[in-house]
T-cell receptor, first 113, second 116 residues
Framework: DTAVSQTPKYLVTQMGNDKSIKCEQN?????MYWYKQDSKKFLKIMFS???????INETVPNRFSPKSPDKAHLNLHINSLELGDSAVYFC????????????FGNGTRLTVT | AQSVAQPEDQVNVAEGNPLTVKCTYS??????LFWYVQYPNRGLQFLLK??????LVKGSYGFEAEFNKSQTSFHLKKPSALVSDSALYFC??????????????FGQGTTLQVKP
């Protein structure tokens, strides 16, 4: 199936731990994103990469570090997890160009206890 | 700065009735406007977009949206609602000048509840 796939789907961890979320797309897109959806369902962009180059870096704590080994993959590493990091993290991708919509993965629900 | 407002947290309609989910936007330059739908425990799915041309845009699942430049609105509509349309709907805007980043700004979402 052509898709944006994220792993893991659920992640439960304790404060202070370090964790990673992985994202892969097989749609042939060249731009990938991380969005955070909070408990009120509000969506906020975090990062974006185009052909492995960081092009969007919003005001996000530097405990969050994205990494794109190639244009089909975008991972998110989070150091020293805090309670406030609990959210659903969505990966998305698209072909660069004004007309193209985002294609979203199904999300990773991160719970920090 | 770009922004999107969805003034209703929830819209309730009876099955078979028409539905409207409202969206207004603010952007410098020409807007590119999108509607997405999110079902529980799923990612967002693209419904339709307005880039240029005809102000009435048709999309997936019988949805359509009308671009109104003077009112800076892009309301989502459907002539006859289905119970299966119940979901969370997001309006989003991208300024035409941000084509190199594709940064999409989302509204706060509107929950659509269709009752049998």
């Amino acid at each position: 199936d052509t898709a944006v796939s994220q792993t893991p789907k659920y992640l439960v961890t304790q404060m202070g731990n370090d964790k990673s979320i992985k994202c892969e797309q097989n749609l042939g897109h060249d731009t990938m994103y991380w969005y955070k959806q909070d408990s009120k369902k509000f969506l906020k962009i975090m990062f974006s990469y185009n052909n492995k180059e960081l092009i969007i870096n919003e005001t996000v704590p530097n405990r969050f570090s994205p990494k794109s080994p190639d244009k089909a993959h975008l991972n998110l590493h989070i150091n020293s997890l805090e309670l406030g990091d609990s959210a659903v993290y969505f990966c998305a991708s698209r072909l660069s160009g004004d007309n193209s919509p985002l294609h979203f993965g199904n999300g990773t629900r991160l719970t920090v206890t | 700065a770009q922004s999107v407002a969805q003034p209703e947290d929830q819209v309730n309609v009876a099955e078979g009735n028409p539905l409207t989910v409202k969206c207004t936007y603010s952007v410098s330059g020409n807007p590119y406007l999108f509607w997405y739908v999110q079902y529980p425990n799923r990612g967002l799915q693209f419904l339709l977009k307005y880039i240029t041309g005809d102000n009435l845009v048709k999309g997936s699942y019988g949805f359509e949206a009308e671009f109104n430049k003077s009112q800076t609105s892009f309301h989502l509509k459907k002539p006859s609602a289905l119970v299966s349309d119940s979901a969370l709907y997001f309006c989003a805007v991208r300024a035409s000048g941000s084509s190199n980043t594709g940064k999409l700004i989302f509204g706060q979402g509107t929950t659509l509840q269709v009752k049998p």
